[in-house]
């Protein structure tokens, strides 16, 4: 009896160590395996353990030079796996905050930031809203914070920031090289002028515009360095002094007047 109770003592010691060894924790697998993504969605959907994303061009509501920028960003950190080979996904919406832009997942840039220029051209003349936010393995980060520009319009990149008359046509002047400009691209010029003067705000009838005239000296039917204020008898002039850079100026003489281009 004593050896069969020993026997018994023996055997479920035994037990207990292999019970005990089988239900020790499995090995991890992998750090990347466990800890890149989240078990429940932030509020953007985002599952992947990473930072944001920067903006940081173009930003601030900048006017840009092309309809197809370069969105630059500092790249999102991976918060418990260093080193993960993020993308990232670029969006860009319109003032009405449809998005009219989304980019497939671009590569991580090196030095800290990734730059990603847009495949379409945007509308002109607007100002668009642009986003970005890190992808990895079918899980995507949080989203930055929205960033603004606004888009070239026709008559380019505005210098009413200038806050005079000549101020604005010394800005403009510079625009076009400093050199003597043909017909066409005065004309032009005139437009971008007449733009700013009313990006300024100083009019009080209606606006500026180039004068268009029928006769004597002028430019594709436009007076060369005359904006007007105003239309018909209720009418301001003034000559912005360009008359010496124009190729074959002469004296304007006998001219019939018809209505100022109202540029807006």
């Known amino acids: ?143 930055s914070n929205a960033a603004s520009f606004k888009t070239l319009n026709r008559f380019g990149v505005s210098c009413a920031h200038t806050g005079t008359e000549l101020g604005i046509v010394a800005c403009r002047f510079e625009q076009h090289g400093g050199n003597a400009m043909d017909h066409e691209e005065t004309i032009q010029f005139m437009r971008e002028v007449a733009y700013d003067l009313n990006r300024l705000g100083i009019s009080d009838k209606g606006g500026f515009g180039i004068l268009i005239k029928t006769t004597g000296n002028n430019c594709l039917g436009y007076s060369c360095d005359i904006i007007c204020e105003g239309n018909g008898n209720d009418q301001n002039q003034y000559d912005i002094l360009i008359d010496e850079r124009i190729p074959n100026w002469a004296e304007v003489s006998q001219v019939t007047v018809r209505e100022c281009e109202i540029i807006n």
């Not at 292999?18 to 985002?46: I, M």
């Not at 092309?66 to 003032?95: C, H, R, W």
């Not at 991580?108 to 847009?118: K, P, W």
């Open 1 to 143: 009896m004593k050896y069969q109770r020993l026997l018994a003592l023996a055997l479920a010691a035994t037990t207990t160590t292999v019970l005990a060894c089988s239900q020790s924790p499995a090995p991890p697998t992998s750090p990347a395996g466990n800890n890149f993504t989240g078990a429940e969605a932030g509020p953007d959907g985002s599952t992947l353990k990473a930072t944001a994303p920067v903006p940081v061009s173009p930003v601030g509501g900048v006017e840009i030079t092309d309809l197809d920028p370069d969105l630059v960003i500092n790249n999102a950190e991976s918060k418990f796996v260093g080193n993960l080979p993020l993308s990232y996904i670029f969006e860009v919406t319109d003032e009405d905050g449809r998005v009219v832009y989304r980019s497939g997942p671009v590569p991580q840039g090196a030095g800290g930031r990734t730059t990603h220029e847009i495949g379409d051209d945007l509308d002109d003349n607007e100002t668009h809203s642009w986003r970005a936010y890190a992808v990895y393995q079918g899980q995507r980060g949080p989203t």
